[in-house]
């Protein structure tokens, strides 16, 4: 029998013994960022030759020259074509949803007028360049490409650049029709630290952009996070996590199907379940028994499992919601009735699946919401992937002269307050005596 973690709310340290099985935390290790930081530096100096070197380094390549790295709209093209026809259908399928979707989240300008004259609104605009980081070799995620570059379509990005490293020259097929199907502009095969020193600084081959999304390894992880601020970033990312709240009348099967499908991701995914029916906690711990036999992750998912998955027994669904509103998950199943009602319960999570039928494989590649969500608790205070990430807002401010001379007497009196002179007389001159 696998070693899976049991509590039981009812337990005194139960919260206690919770937040230490939740406990993961991005460990921010010191030789992995003295290297990338060393990486940035240099490829903020040298360019298209530091990021030729370190992509022929790193990825077994033998470049030489910058301009290799530029896959054209032909390559594209050929690599959409190349792909077997349900694969298209499908990428075709979940990018029409993720943009029908993604149009919803669009946000316009606005104003105002004042009875003495006075406008105020905000004006929305897309960012002008985003980059987008896709992870190569074995970790190809072509549903990650819709899931970055459509949204930022929809935004009104002026370019989308993506970088892809290709290890041995290999590309996936799929991730360059992926980039097809979202309209991406142009594509860079380099990857690794420096390929976000390149999108973060520009060199003589790729352009600077505005914002760099998507996931990496812990070296790709520390780049992002070290750039930020010279551009903007979408998040740093967690471990997968899942949460599923069961009533017990969901086939156990199903549930433990599940937990395996973020398991599989790596070791350190996390996996949880909530149920107040401890008979069918034992019917999904057989059923996880069983059926981990034939996944062909078998290894990863068991490792995950013992090492960071969670049984949860409640009284019921009340403390079942809140246990969930403490975890803030990344995925919440709500595998119960009434699920939608007890969804408006639900103050912190990244993404909320309701009822049986809902499972969160769907929303991986599918449904439409984005996939790219907060981990580890961020739920708390951050939100998904979306439009918005790629619109700016900017305040208007337009005073009549009757208004300039009603707010400059308000400022005045507080820019004397705070000892700031010459804010009080640029306000005090609009003033009509």
């Not at 520390?222 to 009533?247: H, N, Q, W, Y």
């Not at 599989?264 to 036999?293: G, N």
């Amino acid at each position: 029998m696998l070693d899976i973690t049991l509590l039981n709310y009812t337990d005194t340290d139960f919260y206690q013994r919770l937040d230490e099985a939740l406990a993961w935390e991005a460990s921010i290790d010191g030789e992995i960022t003295k290297i990338v930081a060393d990486i940035l530096a240099d490829v903020k100096e040298r360019g298209d030759a530091a990021v030729l070197e370190y992509t022929n380094r790193f990825d077994r390549m033998a470049l030489t020259e910058a301009g290799e790295f530029e896959l054209d709209e032909t390559q594209l093209q050929q690599a959409l074509a190349s792909i077997d026809g349900e694969q298209r259908q499908a990428l075709e399928i979940a990018a029409r949803r993720v943009r029908h979707y993604a149009e919803h989240q669009k946000i316009e300008s606005w104003s105002f007028t004042e009875e003495d004259g006075t406008v105020l609104g905000q004006s929305v605009t897309a960012m002008d360049r985003v980059g987008l980081y896709v992870p190569g070799g074995k970790a190809a995620y072509p549903s990650s490409v819709l899931m970055n570059a459509i949204p930022a379509k929809v935004a009104g990005v002026g370019e989308l650049i993506m970088v892809v490293p290709t290890p041995d020259g290999i590309s996936n097929q799929l991730v360059l029709a992926a980039a097809a199907v979202a309209g991406v502009d142009r594509v860079f095969t380099i990857g690794g630290a420096q390929a976000v020193a390149a999108l973060a600084y520009g060199t003589q081959s790729i352009p600077r952009v505005d914002k760099i999304t998507g996931p990496g390894n812990s070296f790709v992880a520390t780049a992002k996070r070290l750039v930020f601020g010279v551009v903007g970033i979408d998040m740093i990312a967690g471990p997968s996590e899942i949460l599923v709240v069961c009533d017990g009348k969901t086939d156990p099967d199903w549930i433990a199907m599940d937990l395996f499908s973020q398991a599989e991701h790596d070791e350190e995914a996390q996996s949880i379940l909530v149920c107040p029916d401890a008979r069918f906690i034992e019917q999904v711990k057989q059923s996880i028994e069983r059926l981990l036999e034939d996944m062909p992750r078998k290894d990863i998912i068991k490792t995950s499992l013992e090492n960071r998955a969670v049984i949860i027994s409640v009284n019921d669904m009340e403390q079942a919601i809140e246990v969930a509103n403490h975890i803030a998950p990344e995925h919440l199943e709500l595998s119960i009735e009434d699920a939608e009602q007890w969804a408006k319960k639900i103050r912190h999570a990244g993404a909320i699946f309701m009822g049986r039928y809902t499972a969160e494989a769907v929303g991986d590649y599918c449904a439409g919401p984005n996939h790219v969500l907060p981990t580890s608790g961020t739920a708390r205070f951050s939100s998904p992937l979306g439009v918005y990430d790629f619109q700016k807002r900017t305040s208007l401010i337009g005073c009549s002269a009757q208004g300039a001379s009603e707010l400059g007497e308000t400022a005045s009196v507080l820019a004397h307050g705070e000892g700031l002179v010459a804010h009080a007389r640029s306000a005090e001159y609009r003033i009509k005596k």
